[in-house]
């Protein structure tokens, strides 16, 4: 209704001078923006009301399975390493400890322990599941 009111006043009647001649842009620009600010509020009451971002699951089995590619990728380098007598990049503490499997169980009891509660426990144990049928 407000729109049609609008390109009516707007459409060059002898009436009155358009404020907003065609192709009105001020209206264009209005509509922008009152979207805008409509898909900003939308997602602020969504964040309120979860209290998490909608993608915290799907951000969390990423980084897990990118933390077990990431080991497979230390294995290989520690086979060529060693193909190639490199004994200094494998034997170094840091590589060692970077190359050591993820345990994803103790990292959901980590979670259920602290300030994300069982919620990011679940998270961690819905990646687990989804890792291990895709046979990682």
Same mark, same amino acid.
């Given at each position: 209704?407000?729109?049609?009111?609008?390109?009516?006043?707007?459409? *060059?009647? #002898?009436? +009155?001078? /358009? !404020? @907003?001649?065609?192709?009105?842009? &001020?209206?264009?620009?209005?509509?922008? %923006?009152?979207?805008?600010?409509?898909?900003?509020?939308?997602?602020?009451?969504?964040?309120?009301?979860? *209290?998490? #971002?909608? +993608?915290? /699951? !799907? @951000?969390?089995?990423?980084?897990? &399975?990118?933390?077990?590619?990431?080991? %497979?990728?230390?294995?290989?380098?520690?086979?060529?390493?060693?193909?190639?007598?490199?004994?200094?990049?494998?034997?170094?503490?840091?590589?060692?400890?970077?190359?050591?499997?993820?345990?994803?169980?103790?990292?959901?009891?980590? %979670?259920?322990?602290?300030?994300?509660?069982?919620?990011?426990?679940?998270?961690?144990?819905?990646?687990?599941?989804?890792?291990?049928?895709?046979?990682?």
């Amino acid at each position: 209704m407000w729109f049609t009111l609008w390109i009516l006043l707007n459409s *060059g009647h #002898p009436i +009155a001078k /358009p !404020l @907003d001649p065609f192709p009105l842009t &001020l209206l264009t620009t209005i509509v922008s %923006l009152e979207a805008i600010f409509l898909t900003l509020f939308v997602l602020a009451s969504e964040y309120r009301l979860t *209290g998490m #971002p909608s +993608a915290g /699951p !799907l @951000d969390l089995q990423v980084n897990l &399975l990118a933390e077990q590619e990431m080991t %497979l990728v230390l294995h290989m380098l520690k086979e060529v390493c060693e193909h190639l007598n490199l004994r200094d990049t494998i034997t170094s503490q840091k590589f060692l400890e970077l190359a050591k499997r993820t345990d994803v169980s103790a990292l959901a009891r980590q %979670l259920e322990n602290s300030d994300a509660g069982a919620l990011a426990g679940r998270w961690v144990a819905r990646a687990q599941g989804s890792s291990e049928r895709r046979g990682a």
